[in-house]
């Protein structure tokens, strides 16, 4: 069975228990779906079941459903890293055989003058710090002196603060590429560089939707770039288009938040277009995950949830719908940062006739394999084994 419309949602950082290798990570126990079912009791996801969500693995007291209605399987991550980029790049074929670099203990000096002296304005902070404690401890400083916030976490990212009334976006994200050209020197190597634009007054500060993330071109071509040459449509929605530093996107929808995202692939779902929608929704790592925050996170995987009928409904028997993740955020492991998970896999389309377990795939570029399979995209060549045979 080929499709002519593939529809990938990931959502961002719902992962579905620790992977083997998980306590070199410090991750050993994570599990985002089961701990959050375990702290939120009641927290119900009647749609993404009935697809086959608790059939993946034990979540809490879920019972599997014993008809589901999609294709369900999880995938294994065989990349160096837990990060954003990492997860995505392989869901689009590629294995990362070397993490990017991480600075916990803040950005070397060299690399804060540089940037000083080419923005004209000195830096605070210049730590690794929670987007939200940052403004609370520093917020005020800001707007007194006008100089930058920079942060980073256990993620590769170069984070740039700045109060939207003090310095001007346009500003922010000029800087914003000042940093990237500074940190794709090898010393330095980033994989991220972010605007954190804020509003607000002190002790009442808000991170405005004004985001803007900076990335690192994937090092090898994926499905998306392959896609794009075929001729085929490559629709970014959310921070995909950041993700992939637009690599592969013939048409690329910012998003505000998880539901302008659902929204929005709604919107797309209901045109025409023949080729890949892809959408990340990343209100679960942001706003929850890295907050450690299981009741919000459980809210927002419900109000997802109740998304999905209408979604289903958008889809025609050309259409497949791919619902996954990029990697863990379990908001009651200790710190702040990725867990090392595996991921959920829910594939579903009308025109299945004998859904089932995909069991468990070795690498999240099974899905790039897929897509690729299912386009007959022969010359791309990755690491995953596609399972498009096996939805029936």
């Keep these: 069975m080929t499709f002519e419309r593939i529809a990938v949602i990931v959502l961002d950082s719902v992962g579905i228990g620790e992977l083997p290798d998980a306590s070199q990570y ?52 065989v990349s160096a890293g837990k ?30 003058e540089a940037f000083e002296q080419e923005t004209g304005r000195r830096v605070i902070g210049n730590k690794a710090a929670s987007g939200t404690e940052i403004l609370d401890e520093l917020g005020e400083e800001q707007m007194k002196t006008g100089a930058w916030i920079v942060y980073t976490s256990a993620d590769s990212v170069f984070q740039l603060a700045a109060h939207e009334e003090i310095i001007p976006l346009e500003e922010l ?37 004004n985001r803007h993330d900076y990335a690192v071109k994937p090092p090898k071509p994926t499905v998306l770039n392959a896609l794009k040459e075929a001729g085929r449509d490559v629709i970014a929605v959310g921070k995909i288009n950041d993700i992939f530093d637009g690599e592969g996107i013939t048409r690329a929808i910012p998003t505000k938040s998880n539901a ?27 706003l929850y995950g890295h907050r450690r925050d299981p009741e919000g996170y ?38 702040t940062d990725h867990t090392r998970e595996y991921v959920p896999l ?28 299912n386009f007959g995209l022969r010359s791309f060549a990755t690491h995953g084994r596609s399972f498009l045979e096996r939805l029936v």
Aim: net charge negative; with cysteine.
């Design 83 to 112: 990060d954003t980029m990492t997860g995505h790049w392989e869901l689009m074929g590629l294995r990362i055989e070397t993490p990017f670099r991480t600075f916990p203990d803040g950005f070397p000096p060299a690399l804060i």
């Design 260 to 286: 302008h995202g659902i929204e929005t692939t709604l919107q797309e779902l209901k045109r025409p277009f023949h080729g890949l929608l892809f959408t990340n929704l990343v209100d679960f790592d942001s």
């Design 26 to 77: 410090g991750d050993a126990g994570a599990h985002t779906l089961g701990h959050i079912a375990q702290a939120v009791p009641g927290v119900s996801l009647p749609h993404m079941r009935k697809l086959g969500l608790a059939n993946i693995a034990p979540i809490a007291d879920w019972k599997a459903d014993p008809a589901p209605t999609g294709h369900y399987g999880k995938m294994a991550e």
């Design 173 to 209: 994200y000029d800087a914003c590429r000042i940093a990237r050209r500074l940190t794709m020197k090898e010393e330095f190597s980033v994989g991220r560089v972010i605007a954190r634009p804020y509003v607000g007054q002190p002790g009442a500060f808000k991170r405005t939707a």
């Design 346 to 373: 829910l594939a579903c389309s009308p025109a299945f006739s004998r859904p089932g377990d995909l069991g468990t795939l070795a690498t999240y570029a099974d899905l790039a394999a897929t897509i690729a399979d």
């Design 298 to 335: 459980a809210r927002a995987l419900e109000e997802f949830d109740r998304a999905v009928p209408e979604l289903l409904a958008a889809l025609s028997e050309r259409d497949l719908l791919v619902i996954t993740a990029d990697h863990g955020n379990d908001p009651t492991h200790a710190g």
